[in-house]
């Protein structure tokens, strides 16, 4: 019953996404013409040029693209995936019936469409969704060519505002290349989260003093690595710990009262899952 559950609530995670993303498109880049890459960024100008619905021709690329990749890579995108790749696109579509364009500012539906296109697409990705597209043909490309897939990518969606360019003009171009920035920036926060933790790593000759203040005066766990000096060969112990941001200087003075010449290394962790912090 919990299996189901969860498989229902995923379905409904991904409808959510897609949503999302497919109100960023039809209310913001689309009637801006702006191709912020992708599959949705070709149909864009194919709408724009033809007067195409963007929801079929997205069906109509992806198709292709899913029996190719199904027959060289085998199935590796999934029943998710061809959810919410159907969806996205029917949703468009209907979407383009009631949209009524929010800005004429390009500027500002670059920003507001890369952000609302890129956080549905994260929601997507966190419930195990993609909305195929580029994706496929990346891993495609990537297949016949030394190139890796996030190469590939780059490739296909530096195409595709190349080819809007052409046909809308070099500025829109450059909107739709800050669209594709903001977007992934957005699925980048919602997949990783927010920069709210710290990791330290800390080289001393107390280490085990040092540990055991960070129990005492943070109520923070630690633990003890083994390393060893490249340049003396001896055997050295490393503290790692996990903070708060708000705990970071009070741990920075826990290593300066115990040893001030100890080695501290200090940076940003986007998600911590466990004891402590988020539940797992």
């Known amino acids: 019953m919990n299996k189901v559950l969860k498989t229902i609530g995923g379905y409904l995670g991904i409808l959510f996404g897609v949503t999302i993303t497919a109100f960023g498109l039809s209310w913001f880049l689309i009637p801006s013409r702006i191709a912020a890459g992708g599959v949705s960024g070709l149909a864009t100008v194919t709408y724009h040029l033809f007067d195409i619905p963007v929801g079929l021709t997205m069906i109509a690329l992806n198709i ?22 159907i969806t996205l696109s029917v949703l468009i579509d209907v979407f383009a019936n009631y949209a009524v364009p929010i800005t004429t500012d390009p500027l500002l539906a670059a920003i507001y469409g890369g952000v609302l296109s890129g956080l549905g697409l994260g929601i997507a990705f966190r419930f195990g969704g993609s909305t195929g597209g580029t994706d496929m043909a990346a891993q495609l490309i990537s297949r016949f060519f030394p190139i890796s897939v996030g190469q590939a990518l780059l490739i296909v969606d530096g195409l595709v505002i190349f080819l809007a360019g052409i046909f809308f003009g070099p500025e829109l171009a450059l909107y739709a290349l800050l669209a594709v920035f903001i977007s992934t920036k957005t699925i980048d926060l919602v997949q990783e989260g927010q920069s709210y933790a710290k990791a330290a790593f800390i080289i001393s000759d107390h280490s085990e003093q ?14 003890m690595l083994q390393g060893k000096g490249v340049f003396t060969g001896s055997d050295r112990e490393v503290l790692f710990v996990i903070v708060s941001r708000s705990e970071i200087s009070i741990l920075r003075q826990v290593v300066q009262e115990i040893d001030p010449k100890a080695f501290l290394v200090i940076s940003d962790v986007r998600e911590v899952l466990g004891e402590g912090f988020k539940r797992l």
Do not use: C, M, W
């Open 64 to 85: 292709p693209l899913f029996l190719v990749s199904f027959i060289v890579i085998g199935s590796v995108f999934g029943i998710r995936t061809v959810f919410g790749t």
């Open 210 to 223: 040092i540990g055991q203040s960070v129990l005492s005066r943070l109520d923070r766990g630690a633990t």
